[in-house]
């Protein structure tokens, strides 16, 4: 029998020690794709088999706070219980807002937040009933019907108000979308110092684009900036629409609007709402509805997640992620939803997605790169996909180790600068001064 020598040993536990972290990766399942870390952080949903009180939140909408402290969820209940407080770090109600007398939203209706922190909810009309929007100066604060019109030409058929957006400035000027059920039709009602310029919205037709018609129902909206705004049913796949005004200000007059479709793809429903457009880096990524309770893919529903180009519709490269990658569960959903909301920090965004009946999820995205620690100093690395492999951007001497998901040793060297690395298809393990990270090449 050959003799174990101490080097044996070492080099046993060592192999033990990179198998320990390659299944602790696989378990995290933090990815790195083009120059983004993507990591899950919460999850509660059907498909998880852990979803418990939250079914009653997960039916309409979500929006999240300006400074990425809250989830809001807007239930079907009445009075105290019409918005879910939840905390975004953790996933768990906290409470509700304080409710407004005879404000429901029975048949579904949609939350939004504006860039002071006051919230917004509204209920959907199946006839000639008043539309209603709730607000809330602030989680605490008292509620206050900040609209309420039988101007919106609803109907049972055409409903309005199952998705809704706002847009308002430090001033309080701005505006708020709804849309209007199996039309091209939108509302928009004007914001001045917090007040409604008119209860009654304007109602305009959105032009058509070549082949294509705004047939949407159910539909989700997610506004941009000033002058655009994604919408999302259970028809078409994503649209983004541009607002024409009649000046330059945020709550200027919109006298048109025109619109462009993502275009047909095979891993995406149509049959499913919701998309929301971020920033990260000066880039744009869009993250979208990709199918709802097992219509058209085996995993119900999720929605992806895409590098957009730097203007209009068309996706960059490949899909950078599912969420979640198994779905949140098949549990039917009369309205077709999978909606997204997104809080931006820096090099960071937040992503929510929440499921209609299904659940909610929280995923961190970071650029560009991984942050490590050893032995008190900061060492920041940077991992970056290359044509051949991988390039690894150091601020000082360190070892870097690359593992294949079987432990095999791919590279070890102590090194600094930018280094480089030549790597076939697949997935590894990359550590730097003890710190590790999964890539994907």
Do not use: C
Request: proline content about 3%.
């Amino acid at each position: 029998m050959p003799e174990v020598t101490s080097v044996h040993l070492k080099k046993y536990t060592d192999m033990r020690k990179i198998t320990a972290i390659i299944v602790s990766f696989l378990m995290s399942l933090a990815v790195i794709a083009e120059d983004l870390v993507i990591t899950p952080l919460w999850e509660f949903s059907v498909q998880s088999a852990n979803l418990g009180t939250a079914v009653d939140d997960v039916k309409n909408g979500i929006a999240v706070s300006p400074d990425g402290a809250n989830l809001y969820l807007s239930t079907r209940t009445a009075d105290a219980s019409q918005v879910a407080i939840y905390n975004a770090s953790t996933g768990i109600r906290s409470g509700y807002l304080p409710g407004l007398a005879g404000f429901a939203s029975n048949y579904g209706g949609d939350v939004a937040v504006d860039g002071n922190g006051a919230i917004y909810a509204s209920n959907v009309i199946i006839s000639a009933s008043a539309l209603k929007v709730a607000r809330w100066a602030s989680p605490a604060a008292t509620p206050e019907l900040f609209i309420s019109t039988t101007a919106h030409t609803g109907s049972g058929t055409n409903r309005v108000g199952y998705g809704m957006d706002v847009r308002v400035d430090q001033a309080g000027d701005g505006f708020l979308i709804m849309h209007k059920n199996g039309t091209a039709d939108f509302l928009i009602w004007l914001i001045d110092n917090n007040v409604p310029v008119s209860q009654d919205p304007t109602i305009l037709t959105a032009s058509l684009e070549s082949g294509i018609a705004i047939t949407d129902s159910y539909a989700r909206i997610s506004i941009i900036d000033d002058n655009s705004f994604w919408f999302d049913g259970n028809v078409t796949r994503p649209q983004l629409v541009t607002i024409t005004k009649n000046g330059t200000a945020i709550n200027s007059a919109p006298t048109a609007l025109s619109y462009t479709t993502l275009a047909f793809r095979s891993d995406v429903n149509a049959g499913v709402g919701g998309a929301a457009e971020f920033m990260l880096e000066e880039n744009r990524y869009l993250v979208f509805a990709a199918n709802n309770h097992g219509t058209t893919f085996t995993e119900g529903h999720m929605a992806r997640f895409q590098k957009l180009l730097a203007t209009g519709v068309t996706v960059d490269g490949e899909v950078l992620a599912t969420f979640p990658a198994a779905g949140l569960g098949k549990t039917t959903d009369a309205s077709h939803f999978v909606e997204p909301a997104v809080y931006v920090n820096g090099t960071d965004a937040y992503i929510y997605v929440l499921g209609g009946f299904n659940g909610i999820a929280a995923y961190k995205v970071s650029a560009p790169g991984i942050s490590t620690s050893t032995s008190g100093t900061s060492v920041s690395s940077m991992l970056r996909r290359t044509a051949s492999g991988i390039a690894i951007e150091l601020n000082k001497e360190s070892l870097v180790e690359i593992f294949s998901v079987t432990g095999a040793t791919v590279v070890s060297t102590r090194t600094s600068g930018i280094f480089t690395h030549d790597l076939n298809t697949g997935m590894y393990i990359v550590r730097v001064n003890g710190k590790a990270a999964k890539f994907i090449k």
